[in-house]
């Protein structure tokens, strides 16, 4: 089993940077795909980005690509987000998520089994 939480979250103004990190517990982290999720009030979960066990392989979702970034220390067993050039639109509830996989990236949330509490994330315009 792992945990999972996450920290960084705050209030930025637009145009601003924030790092969350994703600190995960046990000796297997390697072993998890891991995802970054986000929920705006009123709206569905959406994802954000994933990244492989190895850090290989990396996803975005277009609402995000060319100003998130998703990475991995494995020996610190942790995931972060790097976001820059932050938007209104990226106000939400920030999670991050932990999926055992032999191989490939699972993007769809219910392809995860262990999820952080959150982390808010508003970003004033």
């Known amino acids: 089993q792992v945990q999972l939480v996450e920290s960084g979250g705050g209030l930025v103004q637009a145009g601003d940077s924030l790092r969350l990190s994703c600190a995960a517990s046990g000796r297997t982290f390697s072993t998890y795909a891991m995802g970054w999720f986000r929920q705006a009030p009123g709206k569905e979960r959406e994802t954000v980005a994933a990244?492989?066990?190895?850090?290989?392989?990396?996803y975005y979702a277009d609402s995000v690509k060319g100003r998130f970034t998703v990475s991995r220390d494995n020996a610190k067993n942790t995931v972060y987000l790097q976001m820059n050039s932050l938007k209104p639109e990226d106000t939400a509830v920030y999670y991050c998520?932990?999926?055992?996989?032999?191989?490939?990236?699972?993007?769809?949330?219910?392809?995860?089994?262990?999820w952080g509490q959150g982390t808010q994330v508003t970003v004033s315009s």
């Open positions: 990244i492989s066990r190895t850090g290989i392989r990396t």
């Open positions: 998520a932990a999926d055992w996989v032999v191989g490939g990236l699972p993007l769809s949330a219910n392809e995860y089994d262990y």
